[in-house]
């Protein structure tokens, strides 16, 4: 399986839904975000891509590991300081800006260079909803937005051979 692809599609998904759930759309909408990640996913998980010798798969296990534990204490954290000082409305915006911020160590030590564009995305997203954004459009603005970066991540990390498909079935 392609870890990479794999988070990227569910957590796109995962955006999309809420996008459309904050948006006071029809609950049976959320399947199209999802209907679109599973596409993709089956869509990459066909292409070719370059072995990867199982030491780098543990090095880059390891990497995303410690960082995604990282991210979650962030996340932890940022969404009860949202919620201490009254601001529920921008934990969505405040997730986005720790997940791009999570993306910048994963972008140099796997190396991905795609990552980089993922990470800024997802900061310039969370930060511009913060700041222009009227509380009520936060969340379906940051859901949508953050799927679709998600999704051209992956469609970048396919389009470009070697640039950080981690195939863990290949052994």
Same mark, same amino acid.
């Given at each position: 399986?392609? *870890? ?8 796109a998904a995962?955006w ?5 759930? &904050?948006?006071?759309?029809?609950? +049976?909408? %959320? %399947?199209?975000?999802?209907? @679109?990640?599973i596409?993709?996913?089956?869509? #990459?998980?066909?292409?070719?891509? $370059? ?15 410690i ?5 979650? @204490? !962030?996340?932890?954290? *940022?969404?009860? =300081?949202?919620?201490?000082?009254g601001? %529920? ?9 720790? @997940? *791009? ?5 994963? #972008?140099r030590?796997?190396? =991905?260079? $795609?990552?980089?564009?993922t990470? +800024?995305?997802?900061? !310039?997203?969370?930060?511009? =909803? ?5 509380p009520?459009?936060?969340?379906? $603005?940051?859901?949508?937005? %953050? !799927?679709?970066?998600?999704? =051209?991540?992956?469609?970048? +990390?396919?389009? !470009?051979? &070697? ?9």
């Amino acid at each position: 399986m392609r *870890g990479g692809i794999w988070v990227l599609t569910i957590f796109a998904a995962i955006w999309g839904a809420l996008g459309v759930l &904050g948006a006071g759309m029809p609950p +049976l909408l %959320a %399947a199209v975000p999802v209907a @679109v990640s599973i596409a993709l996913f089956f869509w #990459a998980t066909r292409q070719p891509s $370059a072995p990867v010798p199982e030491a780098e798969q543990a090095r880059i296990g390891r990497l995303v590991g410690i960082w995604s534990a990282v991210e979650g @204490v !962030a996340i932890f954290a *940022g969404v009860t =300081v949202c919620q201490n000082i009254g601001a %529920a409305h921008a934990i969505p915006p405040v997730i986005a800006i720790i @997940v *791009g911020l999570h993306f910048l160590p994963l #972008a140099r030590g796997i190396p =991905v260079s $795609a990552y980089y564009g993922t990470a +800024l995305a997802l900061i !310039a997203t969370g930060v511009g =909803v913060l700041l222009w954004l009227p509380p009520s459009h936060q969340l379906p $603005a940051t859901g949508w937005l %953050a !799927a679709v970066i998600l999704w =051209v991540s992956c469609v970048e +990390l396919v389009s !470009a051979p &070697g640039r950080g498909i981690v195939d863990r079935d290949s052994d």
